[in-house]
């Protein structure tokens, strides 16, 4: 059975940084292409970030110089360092796999607020 | 970026209804879209990917068609287990995006 867990969300202030992971179980991170989704609170999905099976690494404009994906093939872990954080990075955090995998994790929450 | 449109925003509907949402990209997208359904509190579910390709396990009520900017989920007969909200959502470009939203509630 595949499983996603992700980890690492928590209370942050403004400015601060914190680390998600999401440990793969079934399911090779390095051999697939993954992403981070969030929700925030009442709100719609938004994606956040991807990285190829080859490594390359995109991110949604609203992210793109605070966060950066990685993953790590000996852990079979998916990261997202997450700095210089602001309220309105508060949601739930999830990480998936392509659609066509079908494999999404349970979500961990982040909430920025001082 | 490409933008993607979901129609209705929300859908009052009765079990044994026949309920299509409407998705519809900024510009044209082949067929990189997937449907997910979504219930409060729970990661989304993927229902279609490749735009009209099952996923797994999903039954066989759900399809979906479509190719460029204009898509379509059909559910051919509500059940009770499908009143949640559902989403259609552009991947696999670099600048993935998802529609705002369908409420499906019970009417």
């Known amino acids: 059975e595949v499983q996603l867990v992700e980890s690492g969300g928590g209370l942050v202030q403004p400015g601060g940084s914190l680390r998600l992971s999401c440990v793969a179980s079934?399911?090779?991170?390095?051999?697939?292409?993954m992403t981070w989704v969030r929700q925030a609170p009442g709100k719609g999905l938004e994606w956040v970030s991807l990285i190829y099976s080859g490594g390359n690494t995109k991110y949604a404009g609203s992210v793109r110089g605070r966060f950066s994906i990685s993953r790590d093939s000996s852990q079979n872990t998916l990261y997202l360092q997450m700095n210089s954080l602001r309220a309105e990075d508060t949601a739930v955090y999830y990480c998936a796999g392509s659609p066509s995998t079908g494999y999404w994790g349970q979500g961990t929450l982040v909430t920025v607020s001082s | 970026d490409i933008q993607m449109t979901q129609s209705p925003s929300t859908l009052a509907a009765s079990v044994g209804d026949r309920v299509i949402i409407t998705c519809r990209a900024s510009q044209s997208i082949s067929s990189w879209l997937a449907w997910y359904q979504q219930k409060p509190g729970k990661a989304p579910k993927v229902l279609i990917y490749?735009?009209?390709t099952l996923q797994s396990g999903v039954p066989s009520r759900f399809s979906a068609s479509g190719s460029g900017t204009e898509f379509t989920l059909t559910i051919s007969s509500l059940e009770p287990d499908d009143f949640a909200t559902y989403y259609c959502h552009h991947y696999n470009t670099g600048s993935d995006t998802f529609g705002q939203g369908t409420k499906l509630e019970i009417k």
């Open positions: 490749s735009a009209s």
């Open positions: 079934g399911f090779t991170v390095s051999n697939n292409y």
